[in-house]
């Protein structure tokens, strides 16, 4: 039996499974540069974040109508099941669909008809977190909460994500203040690319309440000393490290000196079908690559309910 978790740092477009892409894509008449399956996962080769992105973001035209983004969270919810997960606090990236001429509605009613149920269903409660992408202007983020307003009553915070470098967090200052306002919740990604400053900077500027990654703040025994001392959750994500390059091999991730230096580690799948695995499978592969004890993966599954926002009777339940 898995260990049960909450899943923190998980991008519902990144579970966007290959088989399910090519059917989506032929249900919506969308041409795909890829004959078969095993060619588009032959294109899973990564050098950096933007690499993984340009195939992101190509692949995701697939996704059209309510129903595509109903059956994307339907084919995610029972693997996360299986893989232990009671509750998942999912980030979708609306800006990178209205592009495509896909409304924030469909997206967001889309996804809706399957995480409205997915307790029912599944035994895994679930909560949506809006992502900016950090690489669009500042006005573009403004515009996306401005068409965000009707569904906030199924949206529970905003991120930031996309590509890190040149982009710090001080650029999204307004639509966080914004957010902040209509009782959003606020995190974003700092540090996986990026430097140590722009972790500072969305604690500061953007009053984030966890850090998605983090992973660069070991760089900076100061930050590391802030982070443990104010209880900063970090949603690290070990498969996609490595397969975007941000540390070599497994064996070298920082997870063990983390944990060590007491900061408050979480462990998550970012977009596992493209990064070779679900939450479960980066647990496994932390233990088995870093040695880490059965205490270990206890502390770091009760991390996970910890650095959640589920309120504390919620997370008895859920636990
Ligand atoms: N980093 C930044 N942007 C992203 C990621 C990530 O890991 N996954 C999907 N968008
Ligand atoms: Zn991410």
Redesign the pocket.
């Known amino acids: 039996m898995p260990l049960p978790k909450a899943e923190l ?1 998980l ?1 519902i ?2 579970t966007l499974e290959p088989e399910l892409a090519f059917a989506l894509a032929a249900r919506n008449g969308v041409p795909l540069p890829y004959a078969h399956t095993d060619e588009l996962r032959k294109a899973y080769q990564f050098d950096d ?1 933007q690499s ?2 340009n195939l ?1 973001y190509e692949l995701m035209a697939v996704l059209r109508t309510e129903q595509d983004f109903e059956d994307l969270a339907n084919a995610y919810l029972p693997r996360a099941a299986a893989q232990g997960v009671r509750h998942a606090e999912i ?1 979708f ?1 609306p800006q990178a669909h209205i592009a495509r001429g896909v409304a924030m509605g469909t997206v967001v009613e889309g996804l809706w008809r399957a995480l409205g149920r997915s307790t029912e269903n599944h035994g895994v409660s679930t909560q949506l977190i809006m ?1 900016f992408l950090r690489d669009e202007s500042a006005e573009s983020a403004l515009e996306t909460l401005e068409a965000a307003k009707p569904y906030l009553d199924r949206i529970i915070g905003i991120g930031l ?4 470098v040149g982009h710090p967090p001080a650029k999204f200052r307004e639509v966080y203040e914004a957010a902040a306002a209509l009782g959003l919740r606020r995190v974003a ?1 700092a540090g ?1 690319e990026g430097p140590p400053e722009y972790i500072t900077e969305a604690l500061d500027v953007l009053g984030v309440e966890r850090i ?2 983090g992973l660069r703040c070991m760089e900076d025994d100061a930050l590391v000393e802030r982070l443990v001392r104010e209880r900063v959750p970090l949603t690290l ?1 070990p498969l ?1 490290n490595v397969r ?1 390059r941000a540390v070599d091999v497994l064996a070298e991730h920082p997870l063990p000196a983390m944990l060590d230096a007491g900061l408050l580690c979480t462990v998550n799948s ?2 596992p079908a493209y990064f070779g695995g679900y939450v479960a499978d980066n647990f496994h592969a932390v233990r088995d690559a870093l040695g880490l004890d059965q205490e270990r993966m206890r502390e770091l599954a009760r991390n996970s309910f910890v650095a959640s926002f589920l309120e504390h009777d919620e997370e008895r339940r859920a636990r």
């Not at 994500?161 to 890190?164: N, R, T």
């Open positions: 740092h991008h477009e990144g974040l993984f992105l992101y980030f990236d992502c994500d996309s590509a890190e990604h996986e998605d990654h994500c996609s975007l970012d977009d």
